[in-house]
């Protein structure tokens, strides 16, 4: 009888946690139009090599979610690593892994269009087609530093000339990921977006 009562008020506890959860989350979807669906993990190495990370890089997630690529990117490659994140649910799955793993990396619980990115040397986002993207890119030409990059799983930026895009699985073509980089160094001879 005792151990029924115990066992009542355990699976009682995680009802409510998972429902709170599950509530913080879609509060989160609901401000952001965006719901927290954490990028697949089978190209996650691949993105890492699309970037060629280097020590010390300023790496930024726009929507970090659970933090998990931010993570890893630290451990492997020694960058400094910046997650921005709006949902309180993902928030705390995102600090908890942080705390879990000893990670360095910061995660900052704010709409990341009030973020200063001047500092990034490289930006990951995987968001939303529409608006969001188009607000993004007057962003990144507005902010970021000459040279800095950026990685936009399966969405593209609007008004962004001379975008690379890779596929993720070649062979199927598919997980498309769009590239770019501010003032476009490397890609071609337009010089609109060059920042003196
Ligand atoms: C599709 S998930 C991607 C998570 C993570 N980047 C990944 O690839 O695994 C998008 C995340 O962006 C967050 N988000 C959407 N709009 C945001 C905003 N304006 N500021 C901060 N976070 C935002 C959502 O809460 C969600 O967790």
Redesign the pocket.
């Known amino acids: 009888m005792f151990l029924t009562i115990i066992f009542l008020f355990f699976l009682l506890l995680a009802i409510l946690a998972l429902s709170f959860f599950y509530f913080f989350l879609a509060l989160?979807m609901f401000r952001?139009g965006?719901?927290?669906?954490?990028?697949p993990i089978k190209y996650q190495q691949k993105i890492f090599e699309l970037m060629q990370l280097k020590k010390e890089e300023k790496l930024f997630?726009l929507?970090?979610?659970d933090a998990t690529?931010l993570i890893e990117a630290e451990k492997k490659y020694g960058v400094k690593s910046f997650g921005?994140?709006?949902?309180l649910a993902?928030l705390f799955v995102a600090r908890l892994n942080v705390w879990f793993k000893k990670s360095k990396t910061k995660i900052i619980n704010q709409?990341?269009?009030q973020a200063d990115l001047s500092q990034a040397d490289v930006i990951f986002c995987?968001?939303f087609p529409g608006k969001i993207m188009e607000k993004l890119s007057v962003k990144f030409k507005k902010e970021l530093k000459f040279g800095a990059r950026i990685y936009s799983?399966a969405f593209s930026l609007p008004n962004w000339p001379n975008e690379e895009i890779k596929y993720l699985d070649e062979k199927n073509n598919k997980g498309k990921i769009f590239i770019y980089y501010q003032g476009d160094t490397k890609h071609s001879n337009d010089t609109r977006m060059t920042r003196k």
């Open positions: 989160g952001t965006i719901p927290f669906i954490a990028r997630d929507g970090c979610g690529f921005y994140e709006i949902s993902a709409d990341f269009f995987y968001l799983l």
